[in-house]
Structure formats: structure tokens, C-alpha cells
């Protein structure tokens, strides 16, 4: 994932920079978290998180999103949203914590929350076309196709080729009976 890699390499910029660049076990112990999967990954991550370190808000958030994303890999749910959930605390201005929480609340049938995150991930990045698209799929899940085509259209018109903007589109038209 894009998001990841991002993250990852600020991670590692700032991580390399820092006293804990000495200590081999707790490179070795991020770079398992960065790069590892599943239960490896979870405990890495778990480690790191753990060690008494001070963590910098960003560093913190960063492993608490890694750890979700190894969570997911094994369809862990709860424990994806719990971190995501952390991450957003952790750090409370980033939009990719908040988007990434949205998508496991709403794949858990929390819609509610899933928009909430959402509207706070477009305060965030205003315009961003994924959150837009992702909004407009739960307001359709949640009942209300007009706020969908809302967003769904504002998605089309920053990115008219969005597939799944004109799709969701479509089907909140015809949810409402329109053509």
C-alpha cells in the first residue's frame, strides 16, 4: 500500500536520526513490524510499541496503522479497528488513521462511525476523491442514496473516470427511483 510505504520511509528517516538507532534489536524489531506479516508482524509491532521507548506521535500512529494492517491480514477485525482506533489518537490529524479506521468500521456494519470518520478525514483533505467515494458507498449502505450522489458526484467532478463513483452513483440513483 502506497500509505504505507510513506510512512514507513518518514519512519524510518526520523528513526535513524534518533539514539534508538543504536540498539539492534529495536531496528530489527521495526523493520519486522514495517516489512513482516501476520502473527510476526503483530508481535514485532506489539514489541516496538511496548519497549519503553518515547515515541514520537507519529512514530506511534505509524505502528499502531502497521499493526491494524497485519490484523487485517488476519482477518482480526477487532483488532484492526482497536489500533487504527489508537493510531487516531495518537495521532489526531492524520487522515490516513482516520480513513483507515472508517473502511474496518464499515466493513464491521458500524456505519455510523465509518461516516463520522469519514467527515473527519475530509476536514482533513478536503476534496480527497477515495474518501469522497468511500462515503458516498456507506451512505448507500446506511440508507441514504441523496447524500451518496452528493458525494459521489463531488467525486466525479475532481475524477470523472472514478469507476466506482459512477457505479455507487448509479445505484443511489436507483435506489431513489432515478435515472
Known sequence: MKTRSLYAAAALVAFAVSPLANADSVS??????RTGEGESAVAACTWYLNAG????????????????????????????LADYD????????????WYNHAVVASG??????????????????PGWVPALVARGAVHIAHGEPQK??????????????????Q??????????GKP
Open 28 to 33: 530489527d524489531k521495526f523493520r519486522e513490524c
Open 53 to 80: 521507548y518515547n515515541l514520537s506521535p507519529q512514530n506511534k500512529a505509524l505502528a499502531l496503522m502497521l499493526r491494524a494492517q497485519a490484523h487485517l491480514g488476519l482477518k482480526q477485525l477487532l483488532g484492526a
Open 86 to 97: 489508537a493510531a487516531t489518537q495518537a495521532q489526531p490529524r492524520n487522515p490516513d488513521a
Open 108 to 125: 464491521m456494519d458500524k456505519l455510523e462511525v465509518a461516516i463520522t470518520d469519514l467527515d473527519r478525514v475530509l476536514e482533513l483533505r
Open 148 to 165: 451518496a450522489i452528493a458525494d459521489d458526484t463531488a467525486a466525479l467532478q475532481l475524477d470523472p473516470n472514478n469507476t466506482q463513483a
Open 167 to 176: 457505479a455507487d452513483l448509479a445505484l443511489a440513483r436507483q435506489r431513489l
